[in-house]
């Protein structure tokens, strides 16, 4: 929503001749132009006004007129923390400048960017699809964590706070203020003064800027999107501890609807899509990188109400000096005692994160985050509206440029897709630290993208260059960064990862040949890679080579790998030929080449994070690209199953319909339980990478290479025999299904190879086992 102004209220007025006579003066507007001010409806504290000029909007904030509150209404400290903050990249408005002159409007007064956005002054966000309201509230904590993960030193807010014992200074400073302004005695208020100030949090040493007033209504989002373009409202904020910001932001959801006295802040309970209290803490503390058991949440609750009680008598009492900042000021007398009562229910209750301490229910099993919950809706919506609808116009590409070097192009339809994805912030969403996304979140992503076999690409989600990417965020220096990683992740460059070789059994990848020895400030490079994916991609600028160091004399079979950054363009380095999948080339996924390099020099910086490290680099590769992999062919197994339930209900044999006969509706049957099962195995190997590690999760990654390529072979298979000659056709995509998931069971190491390693790990946790018994 747009928010609404009003004629300047007459308690508020200024000249507007002087304001734009010292604008002049500053350079900020022309005395010719015609300066035009609105008051902003919203808001009980400074006033806050709507400047405007034929080329530029701007904000201004002022002190009310007046008798004030001893240290309210600082508007010279909400120009200063702006100030830092927008220096800082933080999203604020950017300020312009403070003026101390009282004689210009008759206060202080500071003028800041207007913001053109979203502002929602109803909490339970009305008209709002659900899903949105996630995605909104996703951002607000988001960005609520951003602010508290800021380097206060770097700040340069030198005594802008008086750091720990935050707490302590906040039940003192708004018993103050209460008392201050109170125009009779509330005994709850009394009592919840006295609880709090016995019930102090036992540390309260942690220091970090703070808001002191994060509420949804404080933030300025996006026109369109689901993103916080500014933070308002700063006139409470300090330094101190950042979980009573966390805190007053949840606080709506614990409202009861029997106080629902005011419009905007009513109960947020049973809303659809607004996320629990334990999705919101957990997003929060996954983006600070802290624990989520807040066993003193009950504590900052309570201040949280407190502190809204205090505002609500400060505003009743601004009412009675005939200087408050909105019509509405009178019945905020009626607030005060009701909410004094609810942070006294608030404080003797334990609400901290259940699900710290009584571990996960069943329903929780495998719960995405809010996050991911809104960013899957999101996908799927937009695989519904676009992606799947331009199927046919992909296939009709790669037929009719079957025979031409256009086939190794992609598609300007997946282009405008890219584009379309990325504008809708659906992007990179495989990487954790660009997206926010856990790899259990991003699992169930993977899962729809799934159902298509260009999707992926649409997302820039498509391996090999996901797991590329994942390398040199991982493991690659600042230049190799800067070079390669951030034009892969901005679309505009694809990549290849050569590992296989042809003259050697690459089951077991230490057999690999290709060469790599140091002359001078180059690598040279020799020797023969196949399967290289994505090689045939006009855009593939860059390969991941993995060679064997000849330089490296060790002991260690896995010591003497290293990965190296190959330009593609590089003399000596040539693709040889596509291969061929069940014969087709699979130039929608940028084809499957063998890539010969002879005496190949690069410099000695292109080397990823050191030589012999190069097996080290492929297990920190392989286990969420793998994963993904997984979860990918359960979405081709979906799909497969849903094409397969469609052709049983419309074709007859013998006198009933196909899924009347037994072994069809076993078939079905069967199919969805191998599906199932599956997709939980999948989910619990993308918990434990998250939880554990790439290292630690090696028994469960295995595990569902196996199991996942297995399943959806069978499934797909199942379902071109219910097709009967149609199935294995290029009418429908089976076929080509089955080629892919077929591939599955050797790419990324046969199953052979994985069942060995699931047993080794097996013995060993068993023998654990054992042992710990004796």
Request: positive net charge.
């Amino acid at each position: 929503m747009e928010e609404q102004t009003t004629p300047v209220r007459q308690q508020h007025k200024f000249s507007v001749d002087r304001l734009q006579r010292y604008l002049s003066v500053k350079s900020r507007v022309s005395n010719n132009d015609a300066l035009t001010v609105r008051q902003y409806s919203a808001g009980q504290s400074n006033p806050t006004f709507l400047i405007q000029t034929p080329s530029n909007s701007y904000v201004l904030r002022k002190k009310p007129p007046g008798e004030l509150l001893p240290g309210a209404h600082k508007v010279d400290r909400e120009y200063r923390v702006q100030k830092a903050l927008f220096s800082a990249g933080f999203p604020v408005p950017q300020p312009l400048l403070h003026c101390t002159d009282a004689e210009v409007i008759g206060t202080d007064f500071y003028l800041m960017q207007h913001m053109k956005g979203r502002i929602f002054r109803d909490m339970r966000l009305p008209g709002v699809r659900a899903a949105e309201r996630t995605a909104l509230y996703v951002a607000a904590v988001e960005v609520l964590a951003k602010l508290h993960s800021l380097d206060l030193a770097s700040l340069n807010l030198d005594g802008y706070g008086k750091g720990p014992g935050y707490c302590k200074r906040q039940v003192s400073t708004w018993t103050k203020q209460y008392t201050a302004a109170a125009h009779r005695d509330i005994p709850a208020m009394n009592e919840l003064s006295d609880w709090l100030r016995k019930n102090l949090p036992a540390s309260d040493n942690e220091v970090t800027l703070v808001h002191g007033d994060f509420r949804l209504d404080n933030l300025v989002f996006h026109p369109t999107e689901a993103r916080v373009i500014a933070v308002l409202d700063w006139e409470l904020s300090t330094t101190g501890q950042p979980l009573a910001d966390l805190a007053y932001f949840l606080m709506p959801k614990y409202w009861p609807k029997s106080l629902n006295m005011l419009s905007t802040m009513g109960s947020l309970k049973g809303i659809e899509g607004i996320p629990s209290v334990n999705d919101l803490i957990s997003i929060y503390c996954r983006c600070r990188g802290i624990p989520t058991a807040l066993p003193e949440l009950n504590f900052y609750l309570a201040l949280s109400v407190f502190k809204m009680a205090g505002i609500a008598q400060g505003i009743y009492a601004r009412h009675l000096l005939g200087n408050a900042s909105a019509p509405n000021a009178a019945q905020f007398a009626h607030c005060v005692e009701p909410l004094a009562k609810f942070a006294l229910q608030l404080a003797q209750r334990c609400v901290f994160l259940a699900r710290s301490i009584t571990g996960p229910t069943e329903e929780a099993l495998f719960l995405q985050t809010a996050k991911g919950q809104a960013v899957l809706h999101q996908v799927k919506d937009f695989m519904r509206q676009y992606v799947l609808p331009a199927q046919q116009q992909v296939a009709e590409y790669y037929s009719k440029h079957a025979q031409s070097l256009q086939r190794w192009h992609t598609p300007q339809v997946i282009e405008d897709l890219k584009v379309k994805a990325r504008e809708a912030g659906l992007w990179n969403l495989f990487l954790p630290a660009v997206s926010g996304l856990s790899q259990l979140d991003y699992a169930y992503i993977a899962e729809e993208t799934g159902r298509c076999l260009f999707a992926p690409e649409v997302f820039n989600c498509q391996a090999p260059d996901t797991g590329n990417m994942e390398v040199l965020h991982m493991f690659g220096s600042e230049e190799q960064k800067k070079t390669w990683l951030e034009p892969l992740l901005r679309g505009e460059s694809r990549s290849c990862f050569c590992m296989t070789e042809p003259d050697v059994a690459s089951s077991d990848a230490t057999n690999m040949e290709c060469t790599l020895h140091r002359d001078g400030d180059h690598y040279v490079i020799n020797g023969k890679k196949w399967w290289s994916s994505g090689a045939g991609n006009p855009q593939c600028k860059v390969a991941i080579v993995m060679c064997r160091s000849g330089s490296q004399d060790v002991g260690s079979r896995h010591g003497q790998h290293s990965m190296i950054l190959v330009p593609v363009h590089t003399p000596g380095v040539k693709l040889v030929r596509p291969l061929t999948v069940f014969g087709q080339d699979d130039a929608i996924h940028g084809g499957h080449f063998e890539v010969h390099f002879e005496n190949v020099r690069v410099p000695l910086a292109n080397i990823i994070l050191g030589e012999g490290r190069g097996f080290e680099i492929a297990q920190g590769r392989l286990g969420p690209g793998r994963l993904h992999h997984c979860m990918r062919a359960v979405g081709a197994a979906e799909l497969a199953l849903e094409l397969l339930c469609q052709r049983a209900a419309s074709r007859s044999t013998f006198g009933k319909k196909l899924y009347q006969h037994e072994v069809v509706a076993h078939w079905i049957a069967e199919c969805r339980l191998m599906i199932e099962q599956t997709r939980l195995l999948t989910l619990q190997a993308a918990h434990a990478l998250d939880t554990v590690g790439s290292r630690a999760a090696r028994k469960q990654i295995a595990m569902i290479k196996v199991a996942a390529a297995r399943m959806a072979c069978k499934v797909v298979d199942i379902a071109i025999q219910v097709y009967g000659g149609a199935g294995v056709s290029g009418d429908v995509p089976l076929a080509q299904l089955y080629s892919y998931v077929r591939t599955l069971r050797i790419a990324d190491g046969p199953d052979e190879v994985h069942l060995s390693s699931i047993a080794g790990l097996e013995l060993r946790d068993q023998l654990k086992k054992a042992q710990a018994k004796l």
